[in-house]
C-alpha cells in the first residue's frame, strides 16, 4: 500500500499544473477584444479594409490647389491582385503619414507634386534599385527641371504594381507611355515582330541594351563604345543564334577589324571623347533594326555601299564587293579568297622555315669558321 506521504510530491505538482495551464488560457482569452471570440477575430489586413470602406468608392476625390481634381478612388480588385496586397503589405507602409482620419490635408500643389513625394516610399523596401534609380538617365533629368522624368510609380504603377515582365512585351509597353515614336520603330523591327507576334523570349527588350534602373545616357560616348559589348551579348552567343542559323563570329570579327581595333582603343585610353569608327548602331540601325534579307534593311546588298557612304563617301561599287559580312572565310561560302587565304597562310610558315634554316646555317657557318680560325 503507497503512503500518503510518498504522495504528496506528486499531488502539489499536479495541482501546479493545472493552475499554470488556467493562467496560460486567462491570458490568451484576454488578448481578445471585450465580447469578441477568438476564432472570429478580425484577419490580418484589417487596415486595408478599413480604407477602402471609402476609397472603394469611384465618385471620391479632392481638387489640388493647382486645380487638378485627384481620384482618391482604389480599385479593390486591382489592389487584390498586386505583388503587395497578397503579402501583407498595407496602406500604411507608403501612407507613413495618415494614420487617423479625418486625414491630415494634402500639402502638394498639382498630382506631379504629390506622385514624386510618394514615391520615395519604395526605398524602404527597394533601398539597392532606388539607389540605382537615382544615378540614371531619368534622375539626371529630373535633375535638370524635367519633373516628369519617370519615377517608379510610373513604371509600376502604384496600388497596381505587379510583375513587370509577364508577359515580356509588358516592358516595351511600359517603356511607350513616354517614348512612343521609339517604340513604334521597335514594334517593326526584327526584334520587336519577333517579341510582339511570337512572344520570343531571345530577343531583346528596352531593358536589356539600356538597363533597368540604372539606365545610362545613350548618348554619350561611354555607351557608344560598350555597343560592340552590349550586342555580342546575344550575337556572340552560341546556343542562342544556333536557332536562327545566325554565325556566332560577328564580334571576333569586329573586334580585329579596323574599326572595332580602333574603338577599343579609345574605350581604354580616351573612354570620354566621341569617336566616329563605326560600332553595330551605326550600320545596323537601333531601334529599327531589319533582317540584312528585308529590301529596307540598311545591310541589305542593295542599301550596303549607301550605309557605307555615311562615313565613307569616295567608297565606290567595288566597296562592298570586298566585305565578307561577319563571316569567316570558308571554302563554301568565299573560295575565291578561301584559296587566296590558304595560300598566304601556307606561303608564310614556308618563308618563315626558310629564314629559320638560314639563320640556323649562318650560326653554324660562324662557328665553324671561328673554331677553324682558333686552330690556326
Known sequence: MVRPKLL????????LLVVWGLALNASSTSAAPLGVDRVSAPPAQQTEQYCLSCHSDPNLKTTLPSGEDLSLYISP????????????IECE??????????HPAIDYQTKRELSRSYYQACQKCHSANYDKAQDSMHAQAAAGGNLNA????????AHDVQSPNQPRAKISQTCSRCHQDIVDKYKDSVH????????????????????VHDIADPRTAQFRTQTPEMCAGCHADPERMSKYGLSTDVYSLYETSWHGVDISVYKANWPTIWHESAVCTDCHGIHDILDTNNPNSSVNPANLLATCQKCHQDAGPNWTSAWTGHNQIDAQRTPFLYAIDRFYIQFAQVVLW?????????????????????LK
Open 8 to 15: 504528496l510530491p506528486f499531488v502539489i505538482i499536479g495541482v
Open 77 to 88: 480588385e486591382h489592389l487584390k491582385s498586386s505583388v503587395h496586397s497578397p503579402a501583407g
Open 93 to 102: 507602409a507608403c501612407h507613413t503619414d495618415i494614420k487617423t482620419y479625418p
Open 150 to 157: 519617370a519615377i517608379c510609380t510610373d513604371c509600376h504603377g
Open 192 to 211: 520587336g515582330e519577333a517579341l510582339i507576334q511570337s512572344d520570343n523570349p531571345d530577343v531583346p527588350v528596352c531593358t536589356d541594351c539600356h538597363g
Open 354 to 374: 626558310l629564314c629559320i634554316i638560314y639563320v640556323v646555317l649562318q650560326i653554324i657557318h660562324a662557328i665553324v669558321d671561328r673554331v677553324r680560325r682558333n
